[in-house]
């Protein structure tokens, strides 16, 4: 996904992922819920994509509800499949 640049991503548990070529621009994101990571692994385009509309979303009073409800609803439905599948 990064091919010019650098991501380094801190994970929930400390560890930090290095990803890209090293080279500017370096951008530091750290994911604290685990829940989100999952998302991010299993869906990173479509996930980021949400991430940034909740961002923008939540930067307007009347949303922040809708936003949290629709976060709340994912992580829900990510549990069950993750329980269905173990």
Same mark, same amino acid.
């Given at each position: =996904? *990064?091919?010019?640049g %650098? $991501?380094?991503? !801190? $994970?929930?548990d400390?560890?930090r992922?290095?990803i890209?070529?090293?080279s500017p621009?370096? !951008? *530091?994101v750290?994911?604290?819920?685990?829940?989100?990571?999952a998302?991010?692994?299993?869906?990173p385009? *479509? !996930?980021?994509?949400?991430m940034?509309? &909740?961002? &923008? +979303?939540?930067?307007?009073i009347?949303? *922040?509800?809708?936003?949290r @409800?629709?976060?709340?609803s @994912?992580?829900?439905d +990510? !549990?069950? =499949?993750w329980?269905? %599948? %173990?």
């Amino acid at each position: =996904m *990064v091919r010019e640049g %650098a $991501l380094e991503a !801190v $994970l929930p548990d400390g560890r930090r992922l290095a990803i890209g070529d090293g080279s500017p621009p370096r !951008v *530091v994101v750290a994911v604290r819920d685990p829940v989100w990571l999952a998302r991010i692994i299993l869906n990173p385009e *479509v !996930v980021v994509g949400h991430m940034v509309l &909740q961002l &923008q +979303l939540a930067k307007k009073i009347d949303a *922040v509800p809708l936003t949290r @409800s629709y976060i709340e609803s @994912s992580e829900r439905d +990510l !549990v069950t =499949m993750w329980r269905s %599948a %173990a």
